[in-house]
C-alpha cells in the first residue's frame, strides 16, 4: 500500500503564489482604468506621458516580467512605482489616492521579497 508523503509548504512558496494571485488582480484592474478611461492623447504634456509610461504602464510590464523573473519584475514595478511618484511630485500634483497606487503594486515588493528567499536557500 502506498503513503500518502505531505511535503512541507515554505514561506517563499506561499510568497509567491500570493503575488501571482494578487498581480492578476492588479492588472485586472489596470486593465479596467485603461478600458474605462476616454484617452485622449494631444491634451497630455511631457511629463505627464512620463508619468503613463511609469503608471500603468511600468508597473504592468514589471508584473508580467515578474511571473518568470521576480527580482527583476519586482523591481522594475517597485522602481515605476517611485517614478511615478517623483514624476507627480515635480508637476506639484497632489495624489489623494496615493495608498491604491502602493495596494496595486504590492505584488512587486512580495515578488522582490520571494526571488530575496530563494537566492538565500540557494547560498
Do not use: Q
Request: proline share 5%; hydrophobic share 55%.
Amino acid at each position: 500500500m502506498d503513503t500518502l508523503t505531505i511535503k512541507p509548504v515554505h514561506p517563499k512558496d506561499v510568497i509567491r503564489w500570493i503575488a501571482r494571485i494578487w498581480s492578476l488582480a492588479s492588472l485586472g484592474m489596470l486593465l479596467f482604468f485603461l478600458a474605462g478611461e476616454e484617452f485622449h492623447p494631444e491634451r497630455l504634456t511631457a511629463p505627464e506621458w512620463a508619468s503613463l509610461v511609469f503608471f500603468p504602464t511600468g508597473v504592468t510590464f514589471g508584473l508580467v516580467i515578474a511571473w518568470r523573473w521576480e527580482a527583476l519584475g519586482g523591481a522594475v514595478t517597485v522602481t515605476c512605482l517611485a517614478a511615478f511618484y517623483a514624476v507627480n511630485g515635480f508637476l506639484g500634483h497632489v495624489l489623494s489616492l496615493g495608498w491604491a497606487f502602493v495596494v496595486l503594486v504590492v505584488p512587486g515588493f512580495l515578488f522582490f521579497l520571494s526571488a530575496t528567499l530563494r537566492r538565500r536557500e540557494l547560498e
